[in-house]
């Protein structure tokens, strides 16, 4: 059960492309002493009884390093069915998705949290700017989420991953402090952030619609 009125959700697999422990840090970091939540539907490998024990393990070690604390994580592991998820999206405690992703191709997660009406904090860049973003009332386009800022530098040597992630390639480093800041923002200021994310929602549900896509 959650006891905090306010949750995080993040959904991702914890391999270094997400940046889950950046975010896990940053959470921590500012909500150290208040009863807010962050919910992290996660795994490495798989559904497994041993790849839960795995992330159970990894995520008690993170959080020894990070101190004391009245927040809370919760740790969601294994195999939901589409309803679970959904469920998981409209709790109704949970308020907004957040995500510290070096870089997406897409971001289905993401892009199923804007279809729930979740405000989102996320890194400003990369392949999900193209679903949080719509016109506005002059048709110009506006980003409708907490936008993390973010430096693009080379991928480090240990990620590299060949013919996947060259040493070449670039991807985002957010700001640490800028996330803090989105993070609170969308707290604070959350009717703000939910009046977007129904408009992106809406938007989303006809830009996306089923035929467009398969006429493209």
Request: aromatic share 10%.
């Amino acid at each position: 059960p959650l006891d905090s009125d306010f949750n995080f959700l993040t959904v991702n697999q914890w391999g270094p492309r997400k940046n889950i422990e950046f975010l896990i840090n940053a959470f921590v970091q500012e909500y150290r002493d208040e009863n807010v939540g962050l919910v992290i539907k996660t795994n490495i490998v798989n559904d497994s009884i041993v790849d839960r024990s795995t992330v159970e393990d990894r995520l008690k070690r993170l959080l020894d390093t990070l101190g004391e604390r009245k927040c809370k994580i919760h740790l969601v592991h294994g195999r939901l069915s589409d309803a679970q998820m959904a469920g998981l999206y409209r709790h109704e405690k949970i308020k907004a998705f957040a995500t510290a992703t070096h870089g997406e191709g897409f971001g289905f997660p993401i892009f199923e949290a804007v279809q729930a009406e979740l405000p989102v904090v996320a890194t400003d860049w990369s392949g999900h700017l193209d679903f949080l973003t719509m016109p506005d009332e002059q048709g110009k386009p506006k980003k409708m989420f907490g936008k993390v800022e973010a430096d693009l530098k080379l991928i480090e040597p240990a990620h590299v991953w060949p013919g996947v992630m060259e040493a070449q390639a670039a991807w985002a480093y957010p700001s640490l402090t800028n996330l803090r800041a989105r993070l609170r923002e969308v707290q604070k200021d959350y009717p703000r952030f939910k009046s977007w994310a129904k408009k992106l929602a809406s938007y989303n549900v006809q830009r996306f619609e089923k035929q467009k896509l398969y006429d493209k």
